[in-house]
């Protein structure tokens, strides 16, 4: 009996209103079970949608997003029903105060909205590889409800709030397909014999183990121009999916190759030259 009394000791009283112990004890539990049950959810999704990138995958990351959403919105309805107070009156409370909280929220609202617009529409994927404006590269490791995980290649983790990607300019490098053309410039000394040069500068491609070599997406050279001190040309280059992600380490083994064959032919990179001319004073 007197187990029953302390389960049954009042918290809080208002008006007609009393919370007891056992109602937030419960409170406290069901708000518990509710994210345990969500982070089972969200690790099972977790490990099904790291495995690959295709389009299945894809779906089900939005799955899993969607239902740990779903799973902390009806454990919060149960947590406030379990309290005993009348959702339609706590509907009309959350009616008043919508506006004031809705101002001091809008940021996060705008950045879970965007989230779930990223989603739906899969302009962004885990796995996708993209650029901002601001010239930052890197992969998509997770999309959270208030922003989205960029992991750099130099293995540094950041946070992007989740509008900036909806309303501001975002390259995505593997949105459709994971290959991609990359163009390597280079310059030769003036009177180098051009087909030589393409000669090569196509060998040094070819030599690059993770050049696509398939029809239609062969090695190019194109010339693109007169500098001041070279000819200009351009190496056009398709590659595979891994080394997309790896612009930086894929520009330097091109620019290896191709000094490499360069050399190979005696085809001389040019530096700045400049021309001196002395003028002698004739009256003296």
């Known amino acids: 009996m007197e187990n029953d009394n302390i389960w049954q000791t009042p918290v809080l009283h208002v008006g007609n209103y009393t919370l007891v112990t056992s109602q937030v004890l419960t409170f406290v539990v069901v708000l518990l079970v509710t994210y345990i049950i969500a982070r089972i959810i969200r690790n099972i999704f977790y490990r099904l949608t790291h495995k690959d990138s295709s389009m299945t995958v894809a779906h089900l990351y939005i799955i899993g997003r969607f239902a740990q959403y779903s799973i902390y919105v009806v454990g919060f309805v149960l947590a406030i029903s379990v309290l005993g107070i009348d959702m339609g009156k706590l509907a009309l409370m959350a009616s008043a105060l919508g506006v004031g909280i809705g101002l001091g929220l809008q940021g996060i609202v ?39 995980l960029i992991r750099t290649n130099d293995n540094v983790d950041i946070l992007i709030p989740n509008a900036e990607l909806t309303n501001g300019k975002v390259i995505n490098w593997t949105l459709e397909e994971s290959v991609r053309r990359f163009r390597i410039p280079l310059g030769v000394a003036y009177g180098s014999d051009k087909e030589l040069v393409k000669k090569a500068v196509l060998e040094a491609a070819n030599s690059v183990s993770y050049t696509i070599k398939t029809p239609g997406r062969e090695p190019i050279v194109w010339m693109s121009g007169f500098g001041d001190s070279s000819l200009n040309f351009v190496l056009g280059v398709w590659v595979t999916a891994e080394q997309v992600k790896r612009p930086t380490a894929l520009t330097s ?32």
């Open 110 to 148: 705008n950045n879970f909205v965007s989230g779930l617009a990223i989603l739906l529409e899969r302009s962004l994927k885990v796995g996708d590889f993209i650029e901002l404006d601001s010239g930052l590269t890197g992969e998509v490791i997770e999309i959270h409800m208030r922003a989205t």
């Open 253 to 284: 083994d091109y620019l290896w190759a191709i000094d490499d064959h360069l050399r190979k032919y005696k085809i001389e990179i040019p530096f700045p030259q400049r021309d001196l001319h002395i003028r002698s004073d004739q009256t003296k």
